[in-house]
């Protein structure tokens, strides 16, 4: 092999390598901070609510002021929809006079929005909704499967962020119940109202959040 043939071979040997190892650092990047998780047991309640948060008949209403709309950007605020009228609609909360006969995406936005729940960015300002007194919002402490499979079993359903393809963009899931060592998940962007395995995501989650009715008598001021 003559010298330049075994350059070119050491020079393609070594681009190879850098290109490997940046597609192995971009992946590390992009999932830093998440956690695998499998359940423990099996874990299956009423049917779920299915939304998605491109239906025509909010998709093009803006996240409180700010110039993004639910079509969007608005997977959170239908997990948050579908979490608290699958609370309401199987009978463990009483439903009340503000959530009307059924809370949809887009009149809990119109809720978040007139408690000034957002903030320019469209971002939920957790305090300002549990201010208002009619929602629980509590941040899981770090995440657990185990943590997660006892919120469903308490038919708190956990709001979970991922990204899509397991690298892409952050997006939330509502996780709705646990069968044979996977969780199922409510997804806005899903056409169908078919339920889609955690696996989609990588069984990756980088952060979870449990919403619920208020308990009236903890508001403030009564």
């Known amino acids: 092999m003559s010298l330049i043939i075994k350059r070119r071979v050491e020079i393609l040997l070594l681009a190879g390598a850098v290109f490997i190892f940046a ?23 009423a049917d779920p609510v299915y939304y998605r948060q491109d239906d025509p008949q909010w998709a093009e209403d803006t ?38 006969e059924q809370i949809t995406p ?37 995440v657990s499967y185990k943590q997660i499979t006892e919120a469903l079993k308490e038919k708190n359903y956990p709001i979970v962020r991922v990204r ?18 996977m969780f199922y998940c409510m997804d806005p962007l899903k056409e169908e109202e078919k339920l889609v395995p955690l696996e989609e995501f990588g069984n990756r989650v980088y952060a979870v959040r449990y919403v619920g009715i208020a308990d009236e008598k903890n508001v403030q001021g009564d």
Not at 23 to 45: A, C, D, H, L, Q
Not at 73 to 97: F, H, K, N, V, Y
Not at 164 to 181: A, D, M, P, Q
């Open 23 to 45: 597609i192995i650092g971009g992946y590390m990047f992009r999932t830093k901070g998440s956690k695998r998780i499998y359940p423990i047991e099996n874990v299956t309640w």
């Open 63 to 100: 996240l409180g002021q700010s110039e993004y709309t639910l079509g969007e950007s608005g997977c959170l605020i239908a997990c948050i929809a579908a979490d608290l009228e699958m609370e309401l609609s199987d009978g463990q909360t009483e439903r009340p006079d503000w959530a009307g």
């Open 106 to 142: 887009g009149s809990l936005n119109q809720r978040f929005t007139q408690q000034g729940a957002y903030d320019k960015e469209g971002n939920l300002l957790w305090n300002r909704i549990n201010e208002a007194g009619e929602i629980q919002a509590e941040a899981g402490r770090k």
């Open 164 to 181: 899509r393809n397991e690298i892409g963009n952050f997006h939330y899931v509502l996780i709705v119940k646990s069968e044979g060592g």
